[in-house]
């Protein structure tokens, strides 16, 4: 059985910083690309980032130069690093390997 489950959310102070993380099982971790995806009030889901198998990453426009993906193999972790972090970054962000998915953590970024 597939798990993720994502920790690390909060409320936080603009320009404040959060590092969510997401913890695997019941999945070939390492073979896997992974993403952080997140869901603001009102929105579809988007994506925020992904890494591949091979630490290949890619990020959405607003999250460049602001948040760092990465990946611990050996401990089955997958990291978003979040900084400079505004408003509109308020949401439910969900972990995923792209067939599965975790509950998400809340993010609230206050003004």
């Known amino acids: 059985q597939v798990q993720l489950v994502e920790s690390g959310g909060g409320l936080v102070q603009v320009g404040g910083s959060l590092r969510l993380s997401c913890a695997a099982s019941?999945?070939?971790?390492?073979?896997?690309?992974l993403g952080w995806y997140r869901q603001a009030p009102g929105k579809q889901r988007e994506l925020v980032a992904t890494?591949?198998?091979?630490?290949?990453?890619n990020y959405a426009e607003f999250a460049k130069g602001r948040f760092t993906i990465s990946r611990d193999n050996a401990k089955r972790l997958v990291y978003l690093q979040m900084n400079i972090l505004k408003p509109e970054d308020t949401g439910v962000y969900y972990c995923?390997?792209?067939?599965?998915w975790g509950q998400g953590t809340q993010v609230t970024v206050s003004s």
């Open positions: 890494i591949t198998s091979a630490y290949r990453t």
């Open positions: 019941g999945v070939i971790f390492s073979a896997n690309t």
């Open positions: 995923t390997t792209m067939s599965f």
